[in-house]
């Protein structure tokens, strides 16, 4: 929770439930929480090492702008982190995000779809999202 509270300004603990004496990990040690981070609300299992995350679930930051897509690419690839294809990405924790402009969604649902497909292709040669890039391709006669 450290990590992802250091990133996301208005994240704030909502509850917390931990372990007695009779669970199944050390006394005291977070269980659950439930957080508010980035206006959502998650519940938090601490499950242990055996349960990895895979791709199979993912969290979406909406970028207003290039410096958010900047922030928050750099920060949740800080410490092992993994860029990925298409904005997408992996922090040190395994958790896969995609980083993504809202203009993004704006032009890929355009009904101008000769020029959605244009912010498509360059998007898809992108790691971390290039908002000037992707609105050069839609631009593009």
């Excluded at 410490?79 to 809202?102: H, M, N, R, T, Y």
């Excluded at 203009?103 to 497909?117: C, G, I, R, Y």
């Excluded at 040669?125 to 609105?135: E, G, P, Q, R, S």
């Amino acid at each position: 929770m450290e990590f992802y509270f250091s990133i996301f300004e208005d994240a704030k603990v909502l509850s917390l439930l931990r372990w007695g004496k009779h669970g199944g990990s050390k006394e005291g040690a977070v269980l659950t929480a439930k957080l508010r981070m980035a206006g959502q609300e998650f519940i938090v299992l601490n499950g242990g090492p055996e349960f990895k995350f895979n791709e199979a679930i993912s969290l979406t930051v909406d970028c207003a702008d290039q410096n958010e897509v900047d922030y928050y690419w750099e920060r949740l690839t800080a410490d092992g982190g993994e860029p990925g294809p298409c904005g997408w990405l992996k922090d040190k924790f395994g958790v896969s995000w995609q980083i993504a402009p809202a203009v993004m969604m704006e032009m890929l649902l355009s009904e101008n779809t000769e020029a959605s497909d244009r912010a498509m292709g360059a998007m898809m040669k992108m790691k971390k999202l290039d908002i000037a890039t992707l609105v050069k391709a839609y631009e593009e006669a």
